[in-house]
């Protein structure tokens, strides 16, 4: 049997928090249009997605170990985020500065291109969702809740794989991955891959 999976960039737990505080006022505002307040990614953790995939119990061992070398040849990078913005589907969310978006874009497609699995998804724009498939109406709720500047700065120093827990409708972190700048794994790994 497999399972779903997804790799991300998890921000500070002080990021998470407050996104997480984001996400109930939007919830709130649109309680009072619709009473449910419910959009998808409400229960989310903050976090940028790397990619999705399928891998069996015995499968996911050796992802790890590869995750594990991936990670070791990786240096932190500081990030900024400092603007909201959307997508046409919906999605509403906390965008990373030029350098940061650069930045957190070569790591992904790094991680992407070093990454041995079928991927199901992968995403090459890092962003920091709130919500997703919000109507036109709930979008200009955003819009107008989240209008001051916005100034947030975290440490990329790890990635972080979830496992989608069909019970909750939700990913889990199972275990995360630090980032080691090892020059020699990360020269010996651009060889292999």
């Not at 991300?8 to 998470?16: K, N």
């Not at 990614?41 to 790397?50: D, G, M």
């Not at 100034?151 to 979830?162: G, W």
Request: some cysteine; hydrophobic content about 40%; glycine content about 2%.
């Amino acid at each position: 049997m497999q399972n779903r999976y997804s790799l991300v960039i998890s921000p500070s737990e002080e990021i998470i928090a407050l996104v997480k505080s984001m996400k109930q006022k939007l919830s709130n505002e649109i309680k009072l249009i619709d009473r449910k307040g419910w959009f998808n990614s409400k229960n989310s953790l903050a976090h940028f997605t790397i990619n999705e995939f399928m891998a069996s119990k015995s499968e996911i061992e050796i992802i790890k170990k590869q995750l594990n070398t991936i990670a070791d040849s990786l240096k932190p990078v500081d990030v900024h985020l400092n603007g909201f913005n959307n997508y046409q589907n919906g999605a509403f969310f906390i965008t990373p500065d030029e350098v940061s978006k650069i930045a957190l874009q070569q790591m992904m497609k790094y991680i992407n291109q070093s990454f041995r699995p079928k991927t199901l998804l992968k995403n090459n724009e890092p962003h920091l969702s709130i919500a997703r498939k919000l109507s036109d109406e709930n979008l200009a709720i955003a819009y107008r809740l989240f209008s001051n500047p916005i100034e947030l700065n975290f440490v990329c120093n790890s990635i972080s794989l979830r496992l989608f827990k069909p019970e909750i409708k939700q990913f889990e972190i199972i275990e995360h991955f630090e980032f080691k700048n090892n020059p020699k794994l990360n020269f010996e790994q651009r060889t292999l891959f």
